[in-house]
């Protein structure tokens, strides 16, 4: 089940699509936005997601999750969603999912206002600005109105050239790193030292909005033979969200 301790976000609408954001209220909603994830994950980027249900991407992890989805409004379809894992039930499921791949040590302090977010995903027809800034802005207003302070989650880079890429892009991303106290360090790196970090590859959208943002880079990338890809480790201090972000997503006042 997941919490009931939080209230649902209040509906957000976008005037061009009519799509809306909030808390998945029902086990209906959650299991679209899990359909959703299997749909992008395993059926477009091949990702091997061992499921009891077909066609359902779904962990130990779930029960314990907020999520987050953004709906067509026109028919109830979820055409995006953002698992979230609040600190009090990364306690009740014993870690955070990043644990299973970064060393957090080093966030030990942060970790009672240390929000999870992961499995993000849009349905292939709505991936544009207004569907990622509706769920930006659901992330937003939940991180406020339960007074959080830090989010952090895992950014992947595709391995489908065996890595070169993802490690020409961290090879560019110095100046995002994190001071040395919010290191975390991979427990499957990616060998560095053994790929190419001279290509001019792209950063995917989603990591350059976390990074003008002021998102940090907390450490190497893992590689994840699941989904096959490079998960670069993403710090964001609600108080280093650059203003231009805040004022869109959080309402906030210069």
Same mark, same amino acid.
């Given at each position: %089940?997941?919490s009931?301790?939080?209230?649902?976000?209040? =509906? =957000?609408? $976008?005037?061009?699509?009519? *799509?809306?954001?909030? @808390?998945?209220? $029902?086990?209906?909603?959650?299991?679209?936005?899990?359909?959703?994830?299997?749909?992008?994950? #395993?059926?477009?980027?091949?990702?091997?997601l061992?499921t =009891?249900?077909?066609? !359902?991407?779904?962990? @130990?992890?779930?029960?314990?999750?907020e999520?987050? !989805?953004?709906?067509?409004?026109?028919d109830? =379809?979820?055409?995006?969603t953002?698992?979230?894992?609040?600190?009090?039930?990364?306690r009740r499921v014993?870690?955070?999912? +990043?644990?299973n791949?970064?060393? *957090?040590?080093?966030?030990?302090?942060?970790?009672?206002?240390? !929000?999870?977010?992961?499995?993000?995903?849009?349905?292939?027809d709505?991936?544009n600005?207004?569907t @990622?800034?509706l769920l930006?802005?659901?992330?937003?207003?939940? /991180? *406020?109105?339960?007074?959080?302070?830090?989010l952090?989650g895992?950014a992947?880079? +595709? %391995?489908?050239?065996?890595?070169?890429?993802? #490690?020409? /892009?961290?090879?560019?991303?110095?100046?995002?790193? +994190?001071?040395?106290e919010?290191r975390?360090f991979?427990?499957?790196? *990616?060998?560095?030292? #053994?790929?190419?970090?001279?290509?001019?590859?792209e950063?995917?959208?989603?990591i350059?909005?976390?990074?003008?943002?002021?998102a940090?880079?907390?450490?190497?990338?893992?590689?994840?033979?699941?989904?096959?890809?490079?998960?670069?480790?993403?710090l964001?201090?609600?108080s280093?969200i650059?203003?231009?972000?805040?004022?869109?997503?959080?309402?906030?006042?210069?």
């Amino acid at each position: %089940m997941t919490s009931t301790n939080i209230q649902p976000l209040q =509906t =957000t609408r $976008s005037p061009k699509r009519k *799509l809306s954001v909030g @808390i998945a209220r $029902s086990e209906w909603d959650i299991l679209e936005a899990k359909r959703l994830r299997y749909r992008v994950f #395993a059926g477009e980027l091949g990702a091997n997601l061992p499921t =009891t249900v077909p066609g !359902v991407d779904q962990d @130990i992890y779930d029960p314990f999750c907020e999520h987050l !989805v953004v709906r067509d409004d026109n028919d109830g =379809t979820v055409v995006g969603t953002y698992r979230i894992l609040s600190p009090e039930n990364a306690r009740r499921v014993g870690n955070y999912y +990043s644990e299973n791949e970064f060393d *957090l040590t080093r966030l030990q302090l942060l970790r009672p206002r240390l !929000v999870e977010i992961g499995r993000s995903c849009v349905h292939p027809d709505y991936r544009n600005g207004a569907t @990622i800034a509706l769920l930006w802005s659901g992330l937003a207003k939940y /991180m *406020l109105e339960n007074h959080y302070g830090y989010l952090i989650g895992c950014a992947s880079i +595709s %391995m489908a050239d065996g890595g070169h890429a993802a #490690a020409s /892009m961290f090879a560019r991303l110095g100046e995002h790193m +994190s001071p040395l106290e919010y290191r975390v360090f991979p427990r499957c790196p *990616l060998p560095l030292d #053994a790929l190419r970090n001279d290509l001019p590859a792209e950063l995917p959208p989603l990591i350059k909005g976390y990074l003008r943002a002021g998102a940090y880079i907390c450490g190497e990338p893992a590689w994840d033979p699941d989904f096959n890809t490079a998960d670069l480790p993403i710090l964001m201090p609600v108080s280093r969200i650059d203003d231009r972000y805040a004022k869109h997503f959080m309402g906030k006042q210069g």
